[in-house]
């Protein structure tokens, strides 16, 4: 009889996405360095702040209304588990930018989340055009662990970049190291490239 390992890609076209050094699973872990943040929607709001020209503030109501897309990507921790094929649902980051201007100095961008995580992004990276604040995973809306109210998704980088409970977006013209990239994670964390770890002092 043969015997399936859920880890080990079932197709050529699998095997094709599964970036060096990572393993499958069918499930969905959670991993969160922390608490769950609570949510409370009178007080939620969402801001792009940093190197604009004016600072753009969202209740959780306003930003309900942006257009909403949908994108289906792979998702890679960088403790070697993948999770392909998952459709996000939320608002494109492109679509959230398009309400500012940037002041011509902004080329980095730290993610600030709900419970003090943070993370890092080169800007090109952040305007992707699979990079989205997901409220909905595979049809229904995001668990409080994975994220709820919203989370960012970088499809393209480790998946610690895919920051939960996001709060606000800062633009800034040096890049600064976020949490994990503090504790000697990659500044860019290209799985394709296996940029999992940077050399000390991590900056
Ligand atoms: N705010 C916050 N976002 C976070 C994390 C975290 O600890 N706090 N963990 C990151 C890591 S390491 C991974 S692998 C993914 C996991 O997302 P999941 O728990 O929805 O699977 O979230 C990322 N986003
Ligand atoms: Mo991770």
Redesign the pocket.
Known sequence: MAVVNPQRPRDAEEARRLPPGQYLTRK???????ETPSFDPATWDFRLWGLVEEEVRWSYEEFMRLPTVEVVSD?H???RWS?LNNRWEGVSVREVMRHVRLRPEARYAMIH???G?T?NLALEVLLDDDVLLAYKHDGEWLTP???YPL?LVVPKR?????????RSIELMAENRPG??EQHGYHMDGDPWKEERYSEPPYR
């Open positions: 969905f872990p959670v991993l969160t360095y922390g998702f921790c960088v403790t999770r989340c709900d419970g995580y993370t662990e994975h994220g989370r480790y998946a610690w970049k895919s920051a939960k409970w996001v949490f994990w």
